[in-house]
């Protein structure tokens, strides 16, 4: 159904002011994010001294942890299931319960040894991770940036109403390339728009959930462990803590299927004072993504409860990978990569198109009344975007759900979603070439 020419109106507006606003940031996130899609290939690589045997105990890493900085408070142990020999400790400095600005020290579990350089995150890599996540103003940053990426979802979705309307009388993939620069430069923005828009929606709103994580997880804490909380709310018990080791075998034995990616230790601020919180991740391609929490009662190393994680907390889960596009292997990277450029053709087109109206009087004072097209009713704005639409989730969903060669399926509908505006563009241009 078109718009009637009010709504139109306001619907333009809208997109055009929220997009200008946002112009210069998506840029910059776009920018930052292509780079950051090979942050696992550019950072320095660390190579642990080669032993073989069973894996020395985090016990003996938190030892050694304290041992080094002993007015630390340990907060976290985090393994990598690609790398399992590697084990992230994160330590309170003088003693902080909160993991915003936590040392990190990176140990091979092999043979106990720190990697080179673990106790700092430096280099060109986290930086441009921090200003792509928190533009250097900490939480506050983190917060604004998911809002950003809030705000670019309801560019998106507009851009979308509007789009149809606008395109009555074209085709998908034609450029009007005989008139006015301007037209030009709006059908490149309408074109692109309808290529980048189902990636784009996605990694918006998965930046929306990444820079809100925190105060979700906060809301979570307090709703499911509340009754914990309450129980043990009194001072802490003076008793040590049974070795992490002892408490992950009840967490493994909870969930025998599961396997052991992250631990928070009692007194961080993502657990309480009398618990070990264990993150437990499936085995399968999509499930290993995702978690659930098992609670170990510090003090006797005993189960307290599995709690199954609710649905906004699986979204969170998912947003890193979909945000980042590094579960498809490296053809879905560069696929990525290609997305991230061809989305930072709308904020620069968006902005010429402002400016030829602003340097001309008569085009700024011009009504912005919107005329229904004529055209036949035969004709389908939609059909074209849709179909790009379809295969942009289609390729990112199932890149989740496979591993391995399988992923290739899901690149192949990536890579369709970008060769099909490509391919009716030197359609349209060999007929208008042919009609001239």
């Known amino acids: 159904m078109l718009l009637k020419s009010k709504n139109f109106n306001k619907l333009h507006r809208l997109h055009r002011w929220l997009g200008l606003i946002l112009s210069v940031h998506i840029l910059l996130l776009a920018l930052t994010g292509i780079v950051l899609v090979f942050r696992d290939e550019l950072a320095p690589t660390q190579t642990p001294v080669p032993l073989t045997g069973q894996p020395v ?182 008793r040590s803590f049974v070795p992490v080791d002892q408490a992950l075998q009840a967490a493994e034995k909870a969930k025998p299927n599961g396997q052991f990616s992250f631990v928070a230790f009692p007194t961080s601020e993502f657990s309480t004072a009398h618990h070990y919180i264990f993150v437990m991740d499936g085995t399968t391609p999509l499930t290993e993504k995702l978690s659930d929490l098992v609670v170990v009662n510090a003090y006797d190393g005993q189960l307290e409860r599995v709690l199954i994680q609710p649905w906004y907390l699986q979204l969170l889960l998912l947003a890193e990978p979909l945000h980042f596009g590094d579960y498809g292997g490296l053809p879905m990277k560069i696929l990525w990569v290609i997305f991230g450029l061809a989305s930072m053709v709308l904020p620069v087109s968006g902005l010429r198109i402002f400016l030829q109206k602003f340097w001309k009087q008569q085009e700024q004072k011009r009504s912005l009344a919107f005329h229904p097209s004529k055209g036949s009713p035969s004709q389908h704005p939609y059909a074209w975007p849709l179909v790009v639409m379809g295969l942009s989730w289609m390729g990112l969903v199932y890149a989740l759900l496979v591993e391995g060669p399988r992923d290739a399926w899901a690149n192949l509908c990536l890579g369709a979603a970008l060769i099909i505006p490509v391919w009716l563009f030197r359609k349209h241009k060999r007929t208008v070439a042919s009609d001239s």
């Open 57 to 238: 105990s985090l016990q003996s890493l938190v030892d050694k942890s304290l041992a080094q900085y002993p007015q630390d408070r340990v907060l976290a142990i985090g393994l990598d299931h690609h790398n399992p020999h590697k084990a992230s400790l994160r330590l309170g400095p003088d003693g902080s319960p909160k993991f915003r600005g936590a040392r990190r020290l990176h140990f091979d579990r092999r043979n106990g040894e720190l990697y080179k350089d673990s106790q700092q995150d430096t280099g060109l890599i986290q930086t441009l991770l921090i200003l792509h996540r928190e533009l250097f103003l900490g939480t506050p940053g983190k917060l604004y940036v998911g809002i950003l990426g809030l705000i670019y979802a309801v560019i998106l979705i507009t851009g979308l109403v509007l789009y149809g309307p606008l395109m009555k009388r074209q085709s998908f993939g034609s450029l009007r390339t005989h008139l006015n620069p301007r037209h030009w430069w709006a059908d490149l923005h309408k074109n692109f728009g309808a290529l980048t828009f189902g990636w784009s929606l996605v990694v918006g709103l998965s930046g929306f959930m990444l820079g809100w994580g925190g105060p979700i997880i906060k809301f979570y804490q307090g709703y499911a462990l509340q009754d914990l909380t309450a129980e043990f709310s009194g001072p802490q018990e003076n």
